[in-house]
């Protein structure tokens, strides 16, 4: 096996003429012919034929010659084996055939040599995934190429509901994305998960391939059960061209998903600001909630984004707009020690006294929070120090259980 594994051919006749067991296995259940497949040792491999040498011995892993040697773009060593009657789309104990090998790691001599001797264009592996789908993910145009001029099947999906065009999106591989495209791919093939091509290269920021599936017709509005959409991601991403693009394509800016979601959300939590201007312009409503009743400039509160506050509030939205708990924007500021948002909604009057549906109070919230600039601006601005809330607790106490000394000394001054 080591005379095998160096090319030693000389060596190995020698030694098949002295009645070595050609069959013999190492540890790793490797027969000499495996190895000298493995290392692309053609003489060897030819001599051990002639021999009589097993070529469709596989080890308990179902790795046998040919696939060895496909799968390190032996392109000789797989033409011998084929002349020698290999078993062309024999499975290895992932499920792959020797092409599933060839075309996951781009040989294309070796692929185009399988796909001429008959191989399965098309023959999954145990989880779906085709020759054409290995492929795609690692961006092997050439080959991505030749599957499809042998008709390999492009919309096929996997057993998790991907095609070859979303695992090309998916891996950011553009100009598999064009080839498929050009091909005639489904650019709106929906995944269980709810992913699409377009809505991926958004969440992934990109531009390139999201801007080629637009330009290609690919649809910038979702199916209702879609847990992505393209104009969510893009915002979210702070993309302002590709929002730009998708709502100039028609993208609904007031479509709302996953738990209520809204695009503007998406872009006000992240701080995008020159996207939300873009997106009010557009008609997005601004005081729009999700599922939990919160609003845009809850977000922007709870993320501290004063500048889109600041454009928010410019637009009208309703600054005591209270999300399911009864929290207003200003609590989750106060809560979060957001200063410059604090400001901000004082400044546009905020209800510094609100209470949530339980009793909790804003300056109470600003004693657990533990922020002195908080709960000074909260003073300042007229809150009741005295106010008691859930469980009858007042601010001071509040400060005190949490070990805010200098709150609770602001308290009591």
């Known amino acids: 096996m080591q005379a095998a594994a160096n090319g030693h051919d000389k060596v190995v006749e020698v030694l098949l003429d002295a009645g070595v067991d050609i069959t013999k296995t190492s540890s790793t259940d490797f027969t000499a012919l495996m190895y000298a497949s493995i290392k692309d040792n053609l003489d060897v491999v030819r001599l051990l034929l002639e021999r009589g040498a097993e070529v469709n011995e596989a080890t308990h892993l179902r790795s046998m010659p040919l696939i060895l040697a496909a799968e390190r773009g032996f392109t000789e060593i797989v033409r011998l084996l084929l002349e020698n009657e290999a078993e062309i789309n024999y499975t290895s104990s992932r499920g792959a055939t020797a092409l599933g090998y060839a075309a996951e790691r781009g040989h294309i001599e070796v692929v185009c040599l399988l796909l001429e001797r008959g191989a399965g264009v098309d023959t999954a592996d145990n989880g779906g995934t085709t020759p054409l789908m290995s492929s795609v993910s690692s961006g092997h145009v050439e080959t991505v190429r030749r599957l499809l001029e042998k008709g390999a099947s492009i919309d096929q999906a996997d057993n998790d509901g991907y095609t070859a065009l979303n695992y090309a999106a998916l891996n950011e591989h553009i100009e598999c994305v064009r080839l498929l495209v050009e091909n005639g791919a489904d650019m709106n093939h929906l995944t269980p998960d709810g992913s699409m091509p377009l809505a991926a290269s958004c969440s992934l920021a990109n531009v390139d391939i999201a801007r080629l599936l637009i330009e290609s017709g690919a649809a910038v509005e979702v199916l209702e059960e879609t847990r992505v959409s393209p104009l969510v991601a893009a915002a979210g991403n702070g993309l302002l061209d590709l929002v730009r693009l998708l709502l100039e394509k028609g993208a609904d800016v007031s479509r709302t998903f996953c738990g209520g979601l809204t695009v503007l959300s998406a872009a006000v939590q992240e701080g995008h600001t020159e996207i939300v201007e873009l997106l009010i312009e557009h008609g997005a409503a601004i005081d729009a909630t999700l599922d939990d009743g919160s609003t845009a400039v809850m977000m922007a509160a709870l993320f501290g984004q004063p500048e889109a506050i600041h454009i928010l509030l410019n637009h009208g939205a309703n600054v005591d707009l209270a999300d399911a708990s009864g929290k207003t924007p200003l609590m989750l500021a106060v809560q979060c020690r957001h200063v410059e948002v604090v400001k901000l909604l004082l400044s546009a009057g905020a209800a510094v006294d609100a209470k949530t549906y339980d009793g909790e109070t804003v300056l109470r919230l600003a004693g657990y929070a533990g922020n002195v600039e908080c709960a ?27 070990g805010h000394i200098e709150v609770a000394r602001l308290f009591t001054s």
Do not use: H, Y
């Open 376 to 402: 000074r601006l909260l003073l300042d601005s007229g809150a009741d120090v005295n106010l008691t809330g859930k469980n009858n607790c007042s601010a001071l106490q509040s400060a005190i259980f949490n």
